[in-house]
């Protein structure tokens, strides 16, 4: 697979010790705890309640007498409420999905920009790109921040960028093609039935001049990574961030493939048991905690992201030292419980994707019936001669079905699809129904 060598883009701030790093995080942590309490009501009174004064945060650890932000917070301070400077500071709003039907609005500086564009920059740097490639982001361009956000860190980078944004997959493959893109931005689910799509259309492997895949905004296993890669004959790289915290531009892989190195100048990273708060050891699971280090419009403290990783200190072989999270789990609200089993969706993923009859396209229902939680999975298969032969695809249920049982401990129903059926997503795929909601 063709790739660039995964420059470090800011080697001061990718390559400082850890004493180093620690230093900096705790000077910014200081700062930003002063300045969110003297501009923001809601910190003030967060920390006013519990009788907590910035001063009292001297070490990084005191980071965990601060009480956590979470989603619901931006909802009660819906829409301006959290903002830190007055509304003529302000020069971008972007908004996601909340969980009331308003949305979740996050509102930018020209240097938050600024430094957004820089973290996107490092980690499109870390995956291989550089400004000799042309790349086309196929995010939806608008209030979600994947379509700006990696659209002005390429062009920091300075690459050749094509703002295709997402839908009309045939002429997207058009441009690729016929513009010469060698990278792809957007979601892995997306990817992935462009890829499908090229191989229906004709497209031969030459056609295409992809060589690096930047996904994220969505869960993914190694598993489906590699089925892109394989449809689209290019380099897949996982990237995370979320739009509380600055959109993507949190993480990135570096091609050693071994996590997702943090901006940690910008964004101080925790991992808790989300139940009872308690900080989790090195190197073990729990919800990822963010705090924004810089972040002049809207700076969040200890955010609750709802996200299930672990984080990895240790130097990389790339050159960066800075700290690596694993790809996500799943989410807290994810996490499935069956029967009594904690059962995540990715782990169903990673059975799927690893057998070679399955296309890479799935749904899980959870329903009850008789009083009992049933756990059903669609699995789409990617050849419809499969179909012709009722005891092949009866034994390969019965294989889908062991395996998963290997994994996950409980009995699932599998169902097997036809080719293309499944419905397929141009940004974060839904592959997830609880009935018993
Ligand atoms: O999805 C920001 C983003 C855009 C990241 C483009 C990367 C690329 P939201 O719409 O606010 O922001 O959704 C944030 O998406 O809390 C995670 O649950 C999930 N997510 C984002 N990146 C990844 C990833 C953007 N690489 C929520 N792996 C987060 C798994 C991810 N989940």
Request: hydrophobic share 35%; net charge neutral.
């Amino acid at each position: 697979m063709r790739n660039n060598s995964g420059d470090i883009y800011n080697k001061l701030a990718e390559t400082m010790t850890r004493n180093e790093m620690r230093g900096l995080q705790l000077d910014r942590l200081k700062k930003i705890v002063k300045y969110a309490y003297k501009n923001v009501p809601f910190y003030k009174k967060q920390f006013d309640d519990i009788g907590l004064k910035p001063s009292d945060i001297e070490t990084l650890k005191d980071i965990e007498k601060i009480p956590f932000t979470q989603k619901s917070h931006f909802r009660d301070n819906y829409p301006y409420g959290l903002l830190a400077v007055p509304q003529s500071k302000i020069v971008r709003v972007h908004a996601s999905s909340g969980t009331s039907g308003k949305p979740t609005v996050v509102c930018y500086t020209k240097n938050d920009l600024d430094m957004w564009s820089e973290c996107v920059a490092r980690l499109a740097s870390a995956a291989g790109c550089s400004d000799k490639d042309v790349v086309q982001v196929c995010f939806g361009y608008g209030l979600f921040t994947g379509g700006f956000g990696l659209h002005y860190g390429l062009e920091r980078l300075g690459a050749s960028v094509i703002p295709a944004s997402s839908g009309n997959s045939e002429r997207q493959l058009m441009l690729m093609k016929d513009l010469g893109a060698t990278v792809i931005v957007g979601t892995p689910s997306y990817a992935l039935y462009l890829g499908e799509l090229a191989e229906r259309l004709g497209y031969k492997k030459d056609d295409l001049k992809l060589k690096t895949g930047l996904f994220g905004s969505e869960a993914s296993t190694p598993e489906m990574m590699r089925l892109i890669e394989n449809k689209l004959g290019l380099r897949a790289t996982n990237n995370y961030g979320l739009s509380e915290i600055v959109g993507p531009g949190v993480s990135g892989d570096c091609l050693e493939d071994c996590g997702m190195h943090i901006n940690e100048d910008h964004f101080y990273a925790e991992i808790i048991d989300s139940q009872s708060g308690e900080i989790k050891g090195e190197g073990e699971y729990g919800e990822l905690v963010l705090t924004t280090l810089t972040k002049e419009g809207m700076p969040i403290l200890r955010y609750k992201t709802r996200d299930i990783t672990r984080l990895d200190y240790s130097p990389c072989k790339c050159g960066r030292t800075t700290a690596r999270m694993d790809r996500i789990k799943g989410r807290v609200d994810d996490m499935l419980i069956i029967r009594g089993v904690n059962v995540f969706p990715s782990q169903i993923e990673s059975v799927l994707m690893a057998m070679k009859e399955a296309a890479g396209h799935y749904e899980i229902v959870v329903r009850r019936e008789n009083f009992m939680d049933v756990l059903e999975v669609s699995v789409e298969l990617n050849d419809a001669s499969l179909l012709d032969n009722y005891g092949d695809l009866e034994a390969l249920r019965q294989r889908i079905r062991h395996n998963l049982k290997t994994v996950l401990q409980i009995d699932t129903v599998v169902k097997l699809v036809q080719p293309m059926s499944l419905t397929r997503y141009e940004g974060k795929a839904k592959r997830v129904v609880d009935e018993r909601k």
